[in-house]
């Protein structure tokens, strides 16, 4: 059993049909050890995605995505360098440096993080690429409904974006320098490294917290947020691309105006309450800022900006005067990431937006409402913040990549050193169900249990639970194991 545990292996106990995790939770059926290790068992190793590494052994087509648009949002960096091209440039050459970008890391020999490649999808089909029809054709500004005609969400005139996500500022630098250097020969003005950071432990630099009701609890359900076909792109890889859409803006912040709004304006501006934080109700219990109950607006942002989308946004901020040296550069990060809201007079700063989905409509709906498209009234996040540009993309996956280059498959895929060979169950063994109060959905809901298990189910909120056997009562468990994806930082805009 211990050398078991050591190397991660489950272990089946004799004659039952129950498995028993390395962490040393018996989850019962391979279903219920399933559940347990896409809930974050602890122990597990990590991808460098962040997520269990076994989570890709349970679902292999994730293989084929590029990593940076399932990673999660636990990074202390997140850097974003858009540029645009002199021309449409020959597809192989062109195409063997967008297949570098995933590997950067191997070449510039650092610690594996998501290094992700996105490009317009009107540039992605000259390359003989496919991707969505409504992708073709170029992203317009998109303009207040409300009277004035005035453009709130303007183009940005850029063809491709590299994203690269790292615990060290060092290597998100390395990172970010690389590929510049790489797209050179085809670069038409030097590209700018927009440089987003954790603010406040995962906050916009507003003061709100960021990433409020991110569907990425487990990797199964962000896959189906994010990666083209939906529930098919994991069960039926012929019929899709395992491509994802990618919408990416910088918002500037006017912190000095918003420091001069009441907290009530501050809240019904978003439709969360300012400076109030709480854990989630249902599957995810990320702290947020709870709705507002009362003294509500409908032009308040999580009224406009919803939709089928992963937001991975960043808060940046930039020196008045140029910052020379790594070191004075995260001296000044630091600072920033302590400082409240009123206390940040760099001229700018705001967030480095990113979302992703499987459909890019879901975002250009949430981009209508937000500019007043069915009700004539845009979205009161505009009033302490101006988009100065956005672009959608289409992110190529890595099957494709490995398809137009006839690279071998699997060529591009990150490598899992956490493959392991899961025991057979014994024998199939059946659900039980009761009827009782669950403490995260705040209800009498039906839960799931399994004979030789030290799990249960709430199948309202999918949450997993301790079993006590003693008290017949269940109780959350509290020490990481099963409670979903650490709290990370932005997630951009509140929806």
């Known amino acids: 059993m211990e050398e078991a545990r050591s190397r991660h292996l489950p272990e089946t106990k004799a004659n039952s049909g ?69 021309a449409i440039p020959e597809p192989n050459p062109f195409l063997q440096l967008v297949a570098k970008v995933p590997k950067l890391c191997d070449d510039l020999k650092l610690a594996q993080a998501p290094c992700t490649i996105a490009i317009r999808g009107q540039i992605w089909a000259s390359l003989g690429g496919k991707c969505p029809e409504n992708l073709k054709s170029q992203f317009v500004n998109k303009k207040a409904y409300d009277g004035d005609n005035k453009v709130l969400f303007p183009a940005m005139d850029v063809d491709i974006i590299g994203i690269f996500k790292n615990n060290s500022l060092e290597d998100a630098e390395a990172l970010a320098d690389k590929f510049i250097d790489l797209f050179q020969p085809y670069t038409k003005v030097q590209p700018r490294i927009h ?8 906050k916009d630099l507003t003061g709100f917290v960021d990433g409020t009701n991110n569907f990425d609890e487990t990797l199964r359900h962000l896959c189906k947020l994010c990666v083209m076909g939906g529930d098919s792109a994991l069960e039926h890889p012929e019929d899709t691309h395992h491509g994802s859409t990618l919408f990416f803006a910088i918002f500037n912040h006017n912190l000095q105006s ?50 089928d989308m992963y937001r991975q946004s960043y808060p940046f901020c930039e020196a008045d ?10 001296k000044f990060i630091d600072g920033i990431s302590k400082a409240k809201p009123n206390e940040i007079k760099s001229k700018r700063k705001g967030l480095c937006f990113a979302a992703y989905s499987h459909d890019i409509s879901h975002i250009d709906n ?104 003693k008290t017949s009562q269940s109780q959350a468990l509290t020490d990481g194991i099963c409670e979903g994806p650490d709290p990370g930082p932005g997630t951009c805009a509140q929806a």
């Open 321 to 330: 005067e140029e910052i020379k040296g790594i070191q004075h550069r995260k």
């Open 258 to 307: 918003f420091s001069k709004m009441s907290t009530r304006d501050k809240s019904r501006s978003i439709g969360r309450e300012y400076g109030v934080e709480k854990a989630m109700k249902g599957r995810d219990r990320r702290v947020e800022n709870p709705r507002l109950g009362k003294d509500v607006s409908l032009q308040g942002h999580i009224f406009k900006a919803w939709g």
């Open 195 to 202: 440089r987003g950071f954790t603010y406040g432990g995962g």
């Open 18 to 86: 129950a498995i028993s995790c390395s962490c040393g939770v018996l989850c019962g059926p391979l279903d219920m050890y399933i559940a347990h290790i896409e809930r974050q068992c602890p122990e597990l190793p990590k991808d460098p995605s962040g997520w269990a590494s076994r989570c890709f052994q349970f679902l292999p087509d994730t293989n084929r995505v590029q990593r940076g648009v399932i990673a999660k949002n636990t990074f202390n960096y997140s850097f974003y360098v858009p540029i645009k091209l002199k």
């Open 366 to 469: 949430a981009l209508e409402r937000m500019c007043g498209k069915w009700d004539k009234s845009r979205d009161l996040l505009f009033q302490f913040s101006t988009c100065v540009g956005g672009q959608y993309f289409y992110v190529p996956s890595l099957l494709q990549l490995e398809t137009q280059l006839h690279l071998p498959k699997k060529y591009l895929q990150p490598k899992t050193s956490d493959d392991v060979v899961l025991p057979k169950e014994a024998k199939k063994v059946k659900a039980s169900f009761v009827y009782k109060n669950c403490s995260n959905c705040e209800s009498e809901e039906c839960f799931a249990t399994y004979p030789n298990s030290d799990l249960e189910e709430c199948t309202s909120c999918e949450r997993l639970f301790t079993l006590s056997s």
